[in-house]
């Protein structure tokens, strides 16, 4: 493990999490002999330790995390859209290791913001298992996670976007942090969603980073017309817009809330 990636974990959940950095090269190992993998390299991550592995010349990528809760909801998720190809398949999992090996995806490049990302998130949002948590508590942690890095008044936003998720509109299983370094390009196959933080709330939601990636709202808007609510989409991106740079409180650094 980089130093890089020590830090980050280190920073994401507190100094606490220095002795399971400590056990990760033996649990790395217990993995790998388990479900006969041969680490190749490092990739990014922001909850997890990411490895792109080979089980049988086939590519896969072990995600270890320090919290088990993560993982359980993740692969809970998996299951979920297990029927849908534009969600990453989930093939071995150790939950309370924190531990999911998952389908490795190739090229694995970031979508572009068009119409393929859009399929993506149609077919994401199917009717949401017991066992989710709600949009709100979702929105409740990217908003003190983002006042505990980024110093600035996020209240209102945060207020503006409870408000949303309270309405009663038709609740979906919600990816939770749907930006485009979490749609990957899966060759033949289309784009495919990976790192889900799931909850259970309005479609809309998901839209906003489309939104925010597109050349401007008005494009980014229209193009979700008859996809999701459009006059909800924008009043998601109107509480959500704290979290890009050119408008974050009190001049607060860019960064996506991810977490």
Same mark, same amino acid.
């Given at each position: 493990m980089t130093s890089t990636v020590r830090a980050r974990l280190v920073k994401r959940f507190g100094p606490g999490v220095r002795p399971w950095l400590d056990g990760l090269p033996d649990l790395v190992a217990t993995l790998c002999a388990r479900w006969a993998l041969t680490p190749e390299r490092e990739l990014t991550g922001n909850t997890s330790h990411t490895l792109l592995c080979r089980r049988g010349g086939t590519p896969v990528v072990l995600k270890l995390t320090p919290e088990p809760e993560i993982a359980a909801q993740e692969a809970a998720a998996l299951r979920a859209w297990e029927p849908v190809p534009e969600v990453v398949a989930l093939l071995e999992?150790?939950?309370? #290791?924190?531990?999911?090996?998952?389908?490795?995806?190739?090229?694995?490049?970031?979508? #572009? %913001?068009?119409? #393929?990302?859009?399929? +993506?998130?149609?077919?994401?949002? +199917?009717?949401?298992?017991?066992?989710?948590?709600p949009l709100t508590e979702r929105l409740d942690f990217m908003y003190a996670h983002a006042a505990r890095g980024r110093p600035g008044d996020y209240s209102a936003a945060h207020a503006a976007a409870r408000a949303l998720a309270l309405d009663p509109v038709p609740a979906v299983l919600l990816h939770g942090d749907l930006h485009?370094?979490? +749609?990957?390009?899966?060759?033949?196959?289309?784009?495919?969603?990976?790192?889900?933080?799931? %909850?259970?709330?309005?479609?809309?939601?998901?839209?906003?980073?489309?939104?925010? #990636?597109?050349?401007?709202?008005?494009?980014?808007?229209?193009?979700?017309?008859?996809?999701?609510d459009v006059a909800r989409a924008e009043a998601w991106c109107h509480a959500l817009k704290v979290f890009l740079p050119a408008f974050a409180p009190d001049g607060a650094p860019a960064g996506h809330p991810t977490g």
């Open positions: 999992h150790d939950v309370a #290791a924190g531990a999911l090996l998952l389908e490795g995806l190739e090229p694995g490049t970031p979508a #572009a %913001c068009g119409p #393929a990302y859009l399929d +993506v998130l149609t077919a994401l949002h +199917v009717p949401a298992p017991a066992g989710f948590i485009l370094r979490n +749609v990957l390009d899966a060759g033949a196959r289309g784009l495919v969603a990976i790192d889900p933080r799931p %909850c259970v709330g309005d479609a809309a939601f998901d839209a906003a980073d489309f939104v925010f #990636a597109a050349p401007d709202w008005e494009t980014g808007l229209a193009a979700l017309d008859g996809v999701v």
